[in-house]
């Protein structure tokens, strides 16, 4: 049985959220591949509105197991957290699992975080200081401490050395740690056998990735990054299936850009058409509460992110908020010196661009749900973003909600 991916591919917020809960009914497990709880996805089904940081953003469909895979790293109190909340509201959290080989955020990442954003002064990244970035930087330098550490009492140690190292106080992290234990290990798994269980036994899997392709830690506008692979490609790394068991990717994208924290962002607008586009499209951080930096939809860094994730096809979501706007551009070129350039070129030169103007529509489209019942000029738009990523348009949102999707 294949797996399927829905990554975003521009820099985040891009929706993914409510596209997953829209499939996940049709899958037995809904599995997240990287990042940690800077990450918020938000899904709306009827009066409920529900903001999620790691747990996989299937949990609102009752058939899916919700998996926390390897390449994560995972806060305990955020996750505890988080299934209290969702048991509250009467999910059943035992459904949800995490792997045995995702990392632990400690409360000393959070404050490394901190600390290092501070020091880069006006070269700030613009992260969310949850410790995201140390967790993985002590991945990489080998001293992280995983689940199947939790649940061996090995981290004890480990934690001592790691504290000791960044030159902080032990405190009390080792024994608030023990304290959280009961409540986590119930949940931790062997995820290799987990998966490739499932998956063997012919249950369909569907993978849910985090931020947005632009943020990819090698292939995004780096620095200004995000500190793990968000492609299609870090699945397989994050979750330990091969690329052989990829099926359909799809790629999810807003009908206009935006952008938190700092970083290159060619088709940004600042005026009060950005302004307009924030407010519509009430763009704050589900995380951080940050308003986002807004723009109209970049063709090019749509393509080029079409390219390193292999999309089979694509979502556009919010098409609704471009409403009432009296005519919309999206960027089709770069220019560096006035010679054509690739997205690469974004934050190394000063760029010239290229805008194509297509018509607006005044119609509120919350009630449509086929493709004929879209304004001519909102079908034209969509059938254009589809020629500019180069594979199918699945579907276009129209609304938060999950009923508001316009089957193309």
Known sequence: MKADVVVGIQWGDEGKG???????????????????????????????????????SGVLQTRPELFIGGGTVVSLEGFIKEIEMLAGIGVDVRRIKVSDRAHVVFPYHGALDLINEAARGGAALGTTGRGIGPAYTDKTARSGI??????????????????????????????????????????????VEYLHGALEGGKRLLIEGAQGSLLDIGYGTY????????????????????????????????AYCTRVGAGPFPSELHDDVGTRLRERGAEFGTVTGRP???????????????????LTSAVITKLDVLSGFERIGVVTGYRVDGAPAAFGAVGEALLDLEVRWFEGWDADLSGCRKMAQLPRAAAAYVAYLEEALGVPIDAVSVGPEREALVVV
Do not use: M
Request: charged letters at 20%; a positive charge.
């Open 223 to 254: 620095p200004y990054v995000t500190s793990s692979h968000t492609i299609a490609g870090g699945a397989c790394i994050g979750l330990g299936i091969g690329p052989t068991q990829i099926g359909t990717v799809a790629g999810v994208a807003k």
């Open 146 to 191: 995983t689940f199947a550490d939790l649940h061996d009492g090995s981290f004890a140690e480990k934690l001592r050395v790691n504290i000791t190292a960044h030159g902080g106080r032990l405190t009390d992290q080792v024994e608030a740690t023990s304290k959280l234990l009961p409540r986590v290990l119930p949940h931790v798994v062997d995820g």
């Open 18 to 56: 409510r596209v997953v809960d829209a499939l996940a009914g049709r899958y037995d497990i809904v599995a997240r591949f990287g990042g940690g709880d800077n990450a918020g996805h938000t899904i709306v089904v009827g009066d409920q509105k529900l903001a999620l940081r790691i747990v996989p």
């Open 292 to 310: 986002r930096r807004c723009g109209w939809f970049d063709a090019v860094a749509a393509r080029y992110a079409a390219r390193i994730n292999g």
